[in-house]
């Protein structure tokens, strides 16, 4: 269950040191562009370059493959339903019934898979490149309050913990005869009570237990706090978010400002 | 029955051969064991963080198949039954009895098990009534588990799987969290269970306990088995026990260090070793 | 008055709901520098005394208490827990549920940050703390990563890296197997000889912490039954086993070694101590032999 939620691999790659909030603002900015282009050339160059990230964060093809497997087959139906959901516009290329399969349809269709790549991928790239420490710490310092941010990262850290802890308790009930699978929904619904109350007892036990240990630690003492590691934008990180906030303004100018069809 | 006879000499109830298992992540947990456990024994597998010891636990009641090898359970190969079914003839509590509780009641608790199998009415109350009171928790069957204290609350779980009145018991670490008399109980009504019959597999890494009560002992490391024999003969091999991650009792670890004075090395309480002592002495 | 550590007279403490007092008149010092274990079997009230060391009782645990509770100086009931937490660290007995930072370097600075101390001082701190449980070099791992026992020893750590004037530790080992049970007793060995720190350890088995301890506290019912150095406590194996705990094997050996032999005083505190008393006094006088 850990690997669903924290991707992140360590690498000595630009974008690994890069500093977590230009990261985060990257990918909001890059996402907002992916919805300003409309043409689909150029969101094929957006998506080019975020390759190109992806390239240069040394992710090894085999993880990236898993992870965006349902990204592209999301993709992929995304190409082959949006003809029969949008039958405007011409050269009609075949019809059955009320269904027609129009040309200008397609591209759109794959405009729109497209723009979800550009999303997904940019996304997957945060994630590889920026550990879950490192993005609580930005958020916080991007203006989020730190017990917002410590809930979130506490959360983060106990999601492999309940995880096991699930399949522990799913493990001793079915040694007592119980079969999960099985039988109606109400039945079912039942079998699952035997997993929920021990899951949940469990999880109020550990946070008791967390409150206790936070305040044995002087959680909330001072209203000020310091930090043992702290991020500070170096140099490189200022051009690359200066490059960055550049190559969004510019095509939103274009297109909005002087309605340039992109 | 004849607690004291060679394993060899009773028929098996579980046997495991060849086996071997690998955990998805590739960590080798079971490199190459077999064993054969006869009814009624009360044996003890041991070995410290690592060494496979709930991992052979957990394939003997199905939880986890054989990657390679088989286990046979009452005749039949793992592979072949359900988890449900296997339930019927080894039972397992786990080391943490609040995984396990959430009924409203301690009689709802201990019935849960029997009803899941499908045994009708009649019976289900029968065997209820022989594992509150197996466990002694008469004085608290209408209580909510989760409210009783932990001793109590393992005696829950126990019961609640002595309830599908398997024939072989497997408990992980039970005395983990208990004091000195609530282990001992708890020991007491175990005995009682293998006197009547019942196989009883210990897995801890309390030699201590091992010393005190079990008949056979299995010591596991790194997947494999390295000594399979009665306690005695356990505890004589103290690097074996050491290679395991185990720390052997101080008396034994005491007996070790003083066989240069004609101390025997398998001693496992305090009297044996005084009473060795003085005879090394020359008598008083 | 010389300042005790803990200061606990006629102390009674019962918890919200609860009908029993947990606490039934305790009275107990630990000086500074000292090395106190309270032995006591489940529900004896040994936890709530750690409890109140660092005033989670009777601040983040309500409940009735009476009588004289004073860490440092201070009384419990009138100073929140983030003032105590800057003298008294304390280490729970289950490993999972008191980290909760991402990564060990995070959990041990996390004491000092909350104190508001300054940059390189948590660094040295830190790096301080994680030397001394035996850790070093860990500072980038993830709790999910680590042993029972290392995770033990990082919770040590963290409590450490407040500077506090006493660690207290409830049942440190409670979930720990053979080799991270050794870890941990080492550490408090190591704390106890090198660097003089008042520890106050409540414990369900007597074997380890008896050996280095300066003082037992024996603990039923909420009372204290008996207090003294090891060697006293441990001369005869059934005060401990009246109150429900295992006494060390060693102990017993010396128990009945003495019941044996006219006129001998022998007392064990480990497995060293007991072999170099055996052998040079006793294996090496046989029958005929002058003593």
Redesign the interface.
């Known amino acids: 269950m850990?690997g669903f939620v924290d991707l992140y691999t360590e690498a000595d790659t630009f974008l690994h040191r890069m500093d977590p909030r230009v990261k985060i603002i990257a990918v909001l900015l890059l996402s907002l562009l992916a919805f300003i282009l409309s043409s689909l050339s150029y969101l094929l160059i957006l998506l080019a370059f975020i390759f190109l990230l992806l390239f240069l964060a040394r992710a090894s093809l085999s993880r990236t493959e898993f992870a965006l497997k349902f990204v592209l087959r999301f993709m992929i139906l995304i190409v082959v339903l949006w003809p029969i959901f949008d039958p405007t516009g011409s050269p009609v290329l075949a019809s059955l019934g009320p269904i027609k399969i129009t040309e200008p349809a397609i591209w759109r269709g794959v405009t729109s898979a497209t723009r979800v790549g550009c999303l997904a991928t940019v996304w997957y790239i945060l994630m590889f490149t920026t550990?879950?420490?490192d993005l609580v710490r930005a958020l916080v310092k991007m203006g989020l309050r730190f017990d917002f941010g410590l809930t979130l990262?506490?959360s983060?850290?106990?999601l492999?913990?309940f995880g096991a802890?699930i399949d522990?308790?799913k493990?001793?009930?079915?040694?007592?005869?119980?079969?999960l699978g099985k039988g109606g929904l109400v039945k079912r619904s039942r079998n699952y009570?035997?997993i929920?109350?021990?899951t949940i007892?469990?999880a109020l036990?550990?946070a008791d237990?967390?409150?206790?240990?936070?305040?044995?630690?002087?959680?909330?003492?001072?209203s000020?706090?310091?930090?043992?590691?702290?991020l500070k934008m170096r140099a490189s990180d200022g051009v690359a978010l200066g490059m960055l906030v550049a190559a969004f303004v510019l095509p939103a100018l274009a297109k909005y400002v002087f309605n340039v069809e992109i | 029955m004849i607690p004291n006879a060679p394993s060899s000499s009773r028929e098996k109830i579980v046997s495991a051969q060849r086996l071997k298992f690998t955990y998805e992540g590739g960590v080798e947990a079971i490199r190459d064991v077999n064993l054969d456990i006869g009814y009624g024994e009360y044996i003890a597998i041991v070995g410290g963080n690592g060494s496979g010891k709930t991992t052979l636990a957990?394939n003997l009641?199905g939880?986890l198949r054989p990657t390679s090898g088989s286990v046979v359970v009452g005749g039949r190969p793992t592979s072949e039954l359900?988890?449900?079914a296997l339930?019927?003839i080894v039972?397992?509590a786990?080391q943490?009895p609040?995984?396990?509780?959430?009924c409203s009641s301690v009689e709802d608790e201990v019935r849960?098990?029997?009803t899941?199998?499908g045994y009708p009415d009649e019976e289900v109350r029968n065997k209820v009534e022989k594992a509150i009171e197996a466990m002694n928790l008469e004085h608290l069957r209408k209580l909510p588990p989760?409210s009783l204290r932990l001793g109590e609350r393992r005696r829950v779980s126990i019961a609640?799987?002595i309830a599908?009145d398997p024939q072989v018991l497997v408990l992980d670490e039970p005395t983990t969290g208990l004091d000195a008399e609530e282990s001992a109980e708890l020991m007491r009504r175990l005995k009682r269970l293998n006197d009547e019959g019942k196989t009883i597999i210990l897995i801890t890494h309390d030699m201590k306990l091992v010393a005190e009560h079990a008949k056979r002992v299995v010591v596991m490391a790194r997947g494999r088995i390295l000594l399979d024999s009665d306690p005695r003969g356990a505890f004589s091999d103290i690097e074996i026990l050491r290679q395991s991650n185990l720390e052997p009792p101080a008396v034994t670890q005491l007996a070790h260090r003083l066989e240069a004075y004609d101390i025997p090395r398998d001693i496992i309480s305090p009297e044996e070793l005084v009473f060795h002592l003085m005879r090394a002495r020359g008598g008083t | 008055m010389c300042m005790q550590a803990l200061h606990l007279r006629d102390a009674r403490f019962r918890y919200k709901g609860s009908t029993e007092w947990a606490l039934d008149g305790v009275s107990l010092d630990v000086e500074k520098g000292e090395f106190v274990t309270i032995l006591g079997p489940n529900g004896s009230g040994k936890s709530t005394i750690c409890?109140i060391s660092?005033g989670?009782v009777p601040?983040?645990?309500p409940g009735d208490l009476e009588g004289t509770a004073e860490v440092f100086g201070l009384d419990v009931r009138n100073h929140p827990?983030?003032?105590l937490?800057?003298k008294v660290?304390?280490v729970?007995q289950?490993p999972?549920?008191?980290?909760?930072?991402?990564?060990v370097?995070?959990e041990v600075?996390?004491?000092?940050?909350?104190?508001?101390?300054?940059?390189d001082e948590?660094?040295e701190r830190?790096e301080w703390a994680l030397e001394l449980v035996g850790m070093k070099g860990y500072n980038d791992r993830?709790?999910?990563s680590l042993s029972g026992g290392q995770k033990q020893r990082v919770a040590i750590a963290?409590?450490l890296s407040?500077r506090p004037e006493m660690l207290v530790l409830d049942e440190p080992a409670y979930a720990l197997d053979p080799i991270g049970r050794i870890e941990l007793y080492t550490v408090l060995k190591d704390l106890k000889e090198k660097h003089g720190m008042t520890v106050l350890l409540a414990e369900r088995d007597a074997e380890e912490a008896a050996a280095f301890s300066d003082r037992l506290v024996l603990m039923k019912g909420g009372m204290v039954i008996d207090s003294g150095p090891p060697r006293l406590m441990l001369r005869d194996p059934e005060d401990l086993r009246s109150i429900g705990v295992t006494p060390p094997q060693v102990a017993e050996v010396a128990h009945l070694l003495n019941a044996r032999l006219m006129g001998s005083k022998f007392s064990f505190l480990n497995v060293d101590e007991a072999e170099k008393t055996i052998v040079g006094e006793i294996l090496a006088s046989k029958a005929g032999g002058g003593r």
Do not use: W
């Not at chain 1, 493990?171 to 079969?179: I, P, S």
């Not at chain 1, 237990?209 to 001072?222: F, P």
């Not at chain 3, 549920?97 to 991402?102: A, G, I, R, V």
């Open positions: 850990a550990s879950q420490r990262a506490i983060l850290r106990f492999p913990t802890l522990s308790i493990d001793a009930q079915r040694a007592r005869g119980l079969e009570v035997a929920l109350v021990p007892v469990s036990r550990t237990a967390l409150s206790l240990a936070l305040q044995s630690r002087a959680y909330g003492a001072r000020d706090r310091t930090y043992l590691r702290d | 957990k009641n939880l359900k988890v449900a339930a019927r039972g397992y786990f943490n609040d995984h396990q509780l959430f849960f098990g029997p899941n199998l989760l609640s799987v599908m | 409890l660092n989670l601040h983040a645990l827990v983030a003032e937490a800057t660290g304390i729970f289950e999972e549920s008191q980290l909760f930072c991402m990564s370097e995070e600075a996390f004491g000092p940050e909350n104190l508001a101390v300054p940059r948590i660094r830190v993830s709790p999910f963290a409590a407040m």
